[in-house]
């Protein structure tokens, strides 16, 4: 497992950093010069609010292989009289999420009807704003903006926009080879966000998702990141300096890729779906509060390793793995939850998923965690291996 962790999930923290700060870079220019153009008077309109929130495991330290693809979030500017409402509980949108609508408040003035005419759909006789809408709108925007952002960073990167029907822009990003020491091409979602305040944001559902409802547009998707990443603080200043929580994550993460290598459809894409990073960063919360925090000590790796795939193993026999943060009351009361959060109806992540097809994944885990030594052997491609980091 250390060599595997070593030679194929670690990054170099040096490389890490340097594609970090070059993505910090070319993303604020570009939001910068899309801020700028979309500037209208009025309130008829959408903008951008002008800053960017870097979020995913590239910026909370358990990201694997290499630094080439990072998540950032972009706020948005909207109209007032809009307001979040919870629509898990009603049964709308897909099981397994906590989606929320922004509804057009009673009273909607007549001069916002060239918004609600551009940007909302009707759901149960309300006006909603579009997650579709804003979706193509942000997509044409950024795409319009890159010429004039290409030409100035032409001498650091080449940088070009792609986008697909549902799903948020990637912004692909070349650096120059006399610009930066670490040569690796970059790929950023950029994804579109609606500030809720306290540091919450909704996001559109991806179309995997958005298929089971019935008005997909009208429905959005929670993000609490930046909770998450409140969290990580607080667990590294408690936990000892030398804790392995975040490698036991990466190992996870690893063995998952590599066992989903020997697997056929459809059960392999079910496998990777079942185990997402989201489930398996819940999972890894969830334990780490049950037990003393020393019990993490690097010594402890295999271990904690295998108190994680038993945990994991029971929820999915259980058919149970709630949300960390959404109606949690037992979190730290260092870990300050904004009332949005507090309030909200608990959701379960596996609720999307059949018995049988759970009792499967749980299953192929064990036996994955057995025959790890064979696993990897067996499935680690030649093109993944790099040295090992001279101390």
Request: net charge positive; proline share 8%; aromatic share 8%.
């Amino acid at each position: 497992l250390e060599n595997f962790y070593a030679r194929q999930l670690r990054l170099s923290p040096h490389v890490l950093g340097h594609s970090k700060a070059h993505v910090g870079r070319v993303v604020a220019e570009l939001v910068r010069a899309a801020k700028a153009q979309g500037l209208q008077p009025g309130p008829l309109a959408l903008s951008l609010r002008g800053d960017f929130v870097r979020i995913g495991s590239a910026y909370e330290q358990h990201k694997v292989r290499s630094p080439d693809c990072f998540d950032i979030l972009v706020p948005l500017r909207l109209p007032p009289h809009l307001e979040p409402q919870p629509l898990s509980a009603d049964g709308l949108g897909p099981r397994g999420a906590f989606v929320c609508g922004l509804r057009a408040r009673a009273g909607w003035p007549r001069r916002y009807r060239p918004f609600a005419e551009g940007f909302c759909v009707e759901l149960q006789g309300r006006s909603h704003l579009s997650s579709g809408l804003v979706l193509r709108w942000f997509q044409g925007h950024l795409q319009r903006c890159l010429g004039a952002v290409r030409y100035r960073l032409q001498e650091r990167c080449r940088i070009s926009l792609s986008a697909c029907a549902g799903r948020p822009p990637t912004l692909h990003i070349v650096p120059c080879s006399d610009y930066v020491c670490c040569h690796i091409s970059m790929a950023v979602r950029l994804i579109p966000a609606i500030p809720l305040g306290d540091a919450l944001y909704l996001t559109a559902l991806p179309p995997e998702s958005a298929q089971a409802s019935p008005v997909p547009e009208a429905l959005w998707s929670l993000n609490a990141s930046r909770q998450e990443q409140r969290l990580l603080s607080w667990l590294k200043e408690q936990a000892p300096a030398t804790s392995c929580h975040l490698k036991c994550l990466q190992i996870l993460k690893g063995l998952r890729d590599l066992r989903g290598q020997g697997l056929e459809e459809p059960f392999c894409s079910q496998w990777g779906r079942v185990l997402s990073s989201y489930v398996l960063k819940t999972a890894l919360f969830s334990l780490l509060l049950q037990g003393p925090l020393e019990a993490w000590d690097e010594r402890f790796l295999v271990e904690r390793l295998e108190d994680l795939v038993l945990y994991l193993r029971d929820c999915l026999r259980k058919q149970v793995l709630m949300h960390f943060f959404l109606g949690n009351a037992s979190l730290p009361e260092a870990v300050v939850l904004p009332r949005f959060l507090k309030e909200a109806t608990p959701v379960n992540l596996l609720a999307a998923f059949d018995g049988p097809t759970l009792d499967l994944v749980a299953f192929q885990l064990i036996s994955t965690w057995i025959q790890a030594p064979h696993v990897i052997r067996m499935y680690s491609s030649p093109r993944y291996l790099r040295p090992v980091p001279v101390p």
